[in-house]
């Protein structure tokens, strides 16, 4: 099979075909305007469920087979639990065992955990994985292993493509910490608490059929009900669902290298003099390292001032969860938490508020969060000089991470990019990177620890901070002086195959992910 | 034009045709089974909205224009303020002021403070109103003076119309009693607080334009946000959006009439011998002064036994309110608050539940909340002796009621009417009802200040109660006792001119109402 290739609005060459569906190329950050109509799952009736409302079956294969489980359908899954999910993989295990075949995973993001996929990817199980692939089963797509190309969309994305029915799921699994004999499911109870369910809500809405399985069954109602039962066709009860501690990733604590610590503290300071902090202004960090530690310091510049924030966005977790319960934000606007006491906190504090890709990331739809924000704070494996991002490969070509929200929250105000200079002697400013995610007209500063680069089109940042004392420099002023220190990076090396297309948040295709040459 | 009439499932001669629009006869209470997909309303983007939130116009009338409000448009409106509405009445003073003609108005409800739309119904500004039309506009209709055929729905008949497309929203109007410039909306702050806005969910997420007023403009984010900005396209602000002392009507008081009063008590020990008023029970009963009598009954059997209800459907006001503090009830189900006392509880009590008719009623959904109340408590203007009820017409065929969330409820386990046998020396039990709203094979209890009449077809009931000392009689008895006393009452009498449509909760017709002949 020979693929055909267009080149889209970044320059890059992507096929118009994908999977077998047709591809629309990116035409720019806000260019491409659906003219269709939302998607129209098939209309049920009371008639059809039970009278006493009680869905429960007796396991996840019995559920799985009343769902019509059956060749080529697309089964969805959430990650509220990162890489302590236990119920993606026991799917695909009975679908085997059901000799089921080209399944398509769809999957709010993928882990570690699970790669014991791998062997259902090579068997015939999995046919391919629409979703992101964090670190094993990127590998082995990017190995060229992978029978159908991937697909990776942001947050936002994957919630627009199933409103907008360019991803139709036949069967939606939700794990849920608690839930009732209905389906109404949440996530802020039960032993299993991984805090909310909002990656699941598309899913919930439009998938034909809705599997909902709890290892914590509450009489109805089960309140709050961050999943409506209403939307759910069965209910299975399971010994464990996921395990909580390990919504917890090591990254989540703040940094205590001085250089990250520094990286930090320039981007407070640059956020202070570009006016950004003021009464009544709104974040978004997330919960890396250094960006835990930017929190602090727009925590310590708030408290001086006695001013507060009016709302976050979160990633949450104990650092933020602090500021909430001092008084130094009004509100924390959550999409999914990243340790229990953000979990506790979004239970038991109504300024904590539950989101998802709907209210927060989509683009289609009548305005989203995403832009409301005063300033964001990404990180990012790669940018170039035109400041385009890449968060999905590594400069050696490997696909090891998803996008999540990074697209989406490239729509805020002012979005700030603090990155090392270089990583294992790699530079991270390139002339091209290796995978554009985001294109660079939404990119605005980069700060490292040398200097920072401002995008030329915020002619209004760079005149606010131009008397500052900030050491602003251009971005091939900051590239020249990585590569004089580590040498000019060699870009990787691929094969003509196409393993994985990056969607951008408007379901236009922004790049391609090829076969690593190994 | 003639009107050509099919006889459907309860023999009710009704129309082929409504307002041009084909009409699927009534098949029994469970019987249709929809086979389409649902209403898909036209993708937006991020694109044609503002990046920063504020999607304020600066008042009504500059919104309709915006929103392309134009002749033979459907324009919706919720009632939470009920008689306190101040929001749809300007509508159509803009729209005939506009000179825009034959409007369709689908309010969730319309009350008498809706009287001055008269003129615009006779100026044909309005074409027909599809919605409960509570007094003078049912009076109006009733008079064969609407242009086009009402068509009543429940609540949950709403939702379903609005999910399954029957119904069309061009765009809808939401008073909103707190709001932020995103068009984030609830009903549980600000002054002129109504407690929710769970009746126009279906509006906001089907219309195809969506204007929330508000009189109380917060800054983003609007918490709780129980309509989403997301669903939003303007927002306006205005003095006042309603009058929250005008949602508590005069009967949300308990009976002060022994009459009453020994009804609501012996329906209490119906439930109580059956078998019904045990640990973990639920239960609905309405507003009205008998209603809430018969929960001060269960209060009272609930506390002498230490037991407590797992949940109970509202209509919430303070007696209701009072049992969940008191710790009878764990939670409120609350569809609507009728008083202040109701208010304040769902904004700060977590286990009072704002639902709304997609939750609690829409029949083409996985299952509703309706079917899983152990007892419902609901009133009727007459029931016949095959137990059918009519909420709507009185007995002198006027139409002065809506059907609110009655059918609906028709759904749970055991449903009682207690009613008396006459009002004003007419007799409420006839040998037909005047407008079927309700089957009675849905009905199971009648209870009378005379005797208690069991639908033949709860056989479980009949034998449960039969040596309990209640005064069970059969419904043809307490017909004949009525009849003894006031005498045989006529039937209205009507011309052949049908001026409203009753629908089922599956969007069939049950049966029309005809122009009274005066």
Known sequence: MTTQLVKNAVGKMIPTEINGQPVTPFMGARQYKPTGRKYAPPLATCADYPDDGDKRLPDLKAALVKAGLKDGMTISTHHHFRNGDLVANQIFKIAAELGVKDLVWFPSASFPCHQPLIEYLEDGTIHHIEGSMNGPLGRFASQGKMKGMGVLRSHGGRYQAVQDGEVQIDIAVIAAPTADPFGNANGVTGPSNCGLLGFALADSQYAHKVIVVTDNLVPFPCIPWQIHGNYVDYVVEVEQV?????????TTQITKSPDRLYLAEL?????????????????QAGAGGTALAIG?????????????????????????????????IEYILDGQTFDLDGVRSMRDNPNHVNTSPFTSYNYHGKGNFASLLDVVILGATEVDVNFNGNVVTHSDGYLLHGIGGWQNC?????????????????????????????????????????GIAINPLRTDLLETVKDSGLPIKTIHQLKAEAERICGKPKPAEFTDKIIAAIKWVDGTVIDVVRQVKE
């Open 296 to 328: 602090n310091y727009f925590g310590d510049i708030m408290r001086e001032r006695g001013i507060r924030a009016r709302f976050a966005r979160a990633g949450s977790n104990k650092y933020i969860v602090d500021m909430l319960e001092e008084g130094l």
């Open 410 to 450: 490239l729509f805020g105000k002012t979005v700030i990019l603090p990155i090392p200079l270089f990583r294992d002697r790699i530079p991270v400013i390139r002339d091209e990177v290796t995978t554009i995610c985001g294109p660079g007209e939404l990119i605005d500063v980069i700060v490292t620890e040398r």
């Open 267 to 283: 981007t407070a300071k640059f956020c202070d003099k570009a006016g950004i902090i003021r009464d009544g202004f709104s974040f």
């Open 242 to 250: 996921g395990i909580p501690e390990r919504i917890v990733s090591g």
